[in-house]
C-alpha cells in the first residue's frame, strides 16, 4: 500500500493538463504497505466526515499485481454493500488519474477502485493493449473488491478514459458482473481507429509507442506489430488485422448485448486517436439501455476537465449514468434522447432518438464534375492538423485546421467547390465522398478534407480522412467511397464548402511511390459526388 502527498497528486494532474494524453510524469511514490489514507486537497483524512482513501496492491490475472485504490464512501455502515466501480487508468497514466471524480463518486455513495493498467508504472506484467490479461484483471480486480470492500456484487459499475475505456467495453463482454459502462474517448474498432482507409495514422500509432515507452513495458508482441504497422508490412497486415480485431469491442457485441449492461460512450469530433465515427457504428449495434455523446475537442480533452475536479458535462453524465443504473434513481438520463450532440460551431446541445437519425433531415450532394489531375509526394498546404493539439484548439478557441483554397497549388491539390450558400448549412453526422480514381501507379494515398470557405478564401476544416489503395493496375480507373470523420458543424451565410484531395498529410502514412499521379474523374455513368448530411434549420 501506498500514502500520497498532496505534491504529487497535483504534479499528476497539471501533468494531464499539459499533455493531453497522459500525465506521463505523474506517480505516486511507492511506500510502506500499512499506510493508507490520503490527505491530497479535496481528498480528506479517515477523521474527516468524508470518503475514504486507501491504496492497496490487487492481485491481477496470471499472478501479477496492480497497483490499486479505493475510496469508500464515508461513515460506511457494517454490513451494508455500496453500488462498486471500476476504473482502469488509461495509457500512461498512474492509479491517482481518477482521484478527484472517485471522490465525487464515494462522496454520493459509491466504493470506488481504480487501478494502473498492467504494463505501466509499478503495476506487474507487460503492456497488452487491452488484449485477454487486461480483461482478465478487470474480473480479478472486481473479486479482490467484493471480497475486501463493502462492494455489492450485483451493482457493478466499470469506466474509464481513453484506454480504460477500451478496456471497460471488452470486460463487459466477458464479465457479466457488470451492469453499466461508461466509455469515454475510447474505441471499440482499434482497427477502424489507427488503420481507417487502409491507412496508418502515424502521429497517434507514434505518440502510443512513445507514451507506452516512458511510462511502461511493452511486451515482445506488442513491439513488433508496432514495428510492422509503422514500417508498413503488407505482407503482415492480415495479422495486425487480426491482432486489433481481438482487442476491438465492436466483434465482441454479440457478448455484450447478451449481457445487457447499460453502456454509455463519449467522444470529441476531433479525436485524432480514435475518431468518432467507429464509436457511432458500434453504438447503433447495441440493443442494452445505451448512450452516445460528441463534444468538440481532441482525444481526452472533452474530459480534461473533469479529471482535474472543475465543472464538465461529461463527467456530469457519467455520475447521471451510473446513479441510473447502478443505484436505480429515476434522474431522467433514460427518457432523454440517447444520442447527444454539441456541435463545433454553437453550445447547446442537440438530442437525437438514434444516430441514423442525425442529419437524417436532408443531404446535400455537390457534385464533382470537373477531372483533377495531381502530382503525388507533395504536401499541398491542406492537413488534418496536429495530434491533439488542433482540435484541443478548436473546442476552446474554436479555431481548427485552416488553408487558402485560392493559393492551394493546383499540381499537388484537386479542389472542387459549391456554390455560396445564401443561408446557413448545419452539417452533421458522416460526409461521404463517391468518386473514380485514376493511378499511374499500383500503390498509392490521398487524403480528402472538407473545408468552409469564407469570402476572402480561408477554408476552415470541417472533416477529413484518408484513404489508401495497393495492387491496382496502373492506368485502369476504380470507385472509391470514402466516409469523412463525422462532424457537426454549422456552414454561415455566404461561405461555401469545399473538397480537397491531396496526397500528404503528417497525420498519416502514405503509400504514394515516387512520380505517382492519380486523376480524379467523374464517369457520365458513374458521377462524382460529395454527400453532406445536414440538420433543419
Known amino acids: 500500500m501506498e500514502r500520497t502527498t498532496t505534491a504529487a497528486a497535483v504534479a499528476a494532474l497539471l501533468a494531464a493538463a ?21 490527505n491530497v486537497p479535496n481528498v480528506p483524512n479517515a477523521s474527516d466526515a468524508s470518503s475514504e482513501l486507501r491504496f492497496h496492491d490487487i492481485p ?20 451494508r454493500t455500496y453500488p462498486l466501480i471500476v476504473l482502469p487508468t488509461s495509457w500512461g497514466l498512474p492509479q491517482i488519474e481518477y482521484i478527484a471524480q472517485a471522490k465525487k463518486l464515494a462522496d454520493s455513495g459509491y466504493v470506488v477502485l481504480s487501478y494502473t493498467s498492467r504494463g505501466f508504472w509499478l503495476s506487474g506484467g507487460e503492456i497488452e493493449v487491452a488484449g485477454p490479461p487486461d480483461v482478465a484483471d478487470v474480473s480479478a480486480v472486481i473479486d479482490w473488491a467484493l471480497a475486501h470492500t463493502p462492494a455489492d456484487a450485483d451493482r457493478v459499475g466499470l469506466g474509464g478514459v ?4 477500451g478496456i471497460s467495453l471488452l470486460a463487459s463482454a466477458h464479465d457479466p458482473r457488470i451492469k453499466a459502462v461508461v466509455a469515454l474517448s475510447g474505441w471499440a474498432d482499434l482497427v477502424a481507429s489507427i488503420y481507417s482507409g487502409r491507412t496508418q495514422h502515424l502521429q497517434a500509432a507514434g505518440l502510443l509507442g512513445v507514451a507506452g515507452d516512458i511510462t511502461g513495458r511493452p511486451g515482445p508482441e506488442l513491439r513488433s506489430i508496432l514495428s510492422d504497422f509503422l514500417g508498413s508490412r503488407l505482407d503482415r497486415e492480415q495479422q495486425m488485422i487480426d491482432w486489433g480485431k481481438k482487442r476491438s469491442a465492436a466483434f465482441e457485441v ?38 452516445l455523446e460528441f463534444r468538440p475537442g481532441d482525444h481526452a480533452t472533452a474530459e480534461l476537465t473533469g479529471l482535474l475536479g472543475l465543472p464538465n458535462d461529461t463527467w456530469t453524465s457519467a455520475h447521471r449514468w451510473f446513479d441510473r443504473y447502478l443505484k436505480g434513481e429515476r434522474n431522467g438520463v433514460d427518457t432523454e434522447p440517447p444520442v447527444q450532440l454539441k456541435s463545433r460551431s454553437t453550445g447547446g446541445y442537440e ?17 464533382l464534375s470537373d477531372s483533377e489531375h495531381v502530382f503525388a509526394n507533395v504536401d499541398s498546404g491542406a492537413n488534418g492538423g ?34 455560396r450558400y445564401d443561408r446557413e448549412r448545419r452539417v452533421r453526422g458522416d460526409v461521404r465522398l463517391h468518386t473514380t480514381v485514376t493511378p499511374t501507379k499500383g500503390d498509392g494515398t490521398f487524403v480528402a478534407y472538407l473545408y468552409d470557405v469564407g469570402p476572402l478564401g480561408i477554408g476552415k476544416l470541417v472533416s477529413n480522412a484518408p484513404y489508401t489503395f495497393h495492387g491496382r493496375t496502373p492506368g485502369q480507373s476504380f470507385g472509391v467511397d470514402l466516409e469523412l470523420f ?12 469545399a473538397l480537397v484531395v491531396d496526397t500528404v498529410d503528417p497525420l498519416y502514412i502514405e503509400h504514394n511511390p515516387t512520380g505517382a499521379q492519380l486523376t480524379f474523374s ?16
Open 162 to 165: 481513453s484506454y480504460g475505456a
Open 486 to 497: 463525422s462532424t457537426a458543424y454549422d456552414v454561415p451565410a455566404g461561405h461555401r464548402l
Open 18 to 38: 499539459a499533455l493531453g494524453l497522459a500525465p506521463h510524469q505523474a506517480q505516486a511514490a511507492p511506500a510502506p504497505a500499512t499506510a493508507v489514507t490520503s
Open 254 to 291: 454479440d457478448r455484450i448485448n447478451a449481457n445487457g449492461p447499460a453502456v454509455m460512450m463519449g467522444n470529441a469530433w476531433g479525436d485524432t486517436i480514435f475518431p468518432p465515427n467507429q464509436y457511432a457504428d458500434f453504438f447503433e449495434k447495441l440493443t442494452g439501455p445505451k448512450r
Open 60 to 79: 491481477g490475472s496470471g499472478g501479477i499485481t496492480l497497483k490499486g485504490n479505493v475510496f469508500t464512501p464515508a461513515g460506511a455502515v457494517p454490513g
Open 522 to 537: 467523374s464517369p457520365r455513368t458513374d458521377p462524382s459526388y460529395v454527400s453532406v448530411p445536414l440538420r433543419e434549420q
Open 386 to 419: 496536429i495530434v491533439l493539439l488542433s482540435n484541443l484548439l478548436d473546442q476552446f478557441l474554436k479555431t481548427p485546421p485552416v488553408a487558402s483554397i485560392p493559393l492551394l497549388p493546383r499540381s499537388f491539390a484537386a479542389v472542387w467547390q459549391s456554390p
Open 351 to 367: 438530442g437525437y432518438p438514434d444516430w441514423k437519425s442525425v442529419g437524417a433531415a436532408g443531404t446535400e450532394r455537390i457534385a
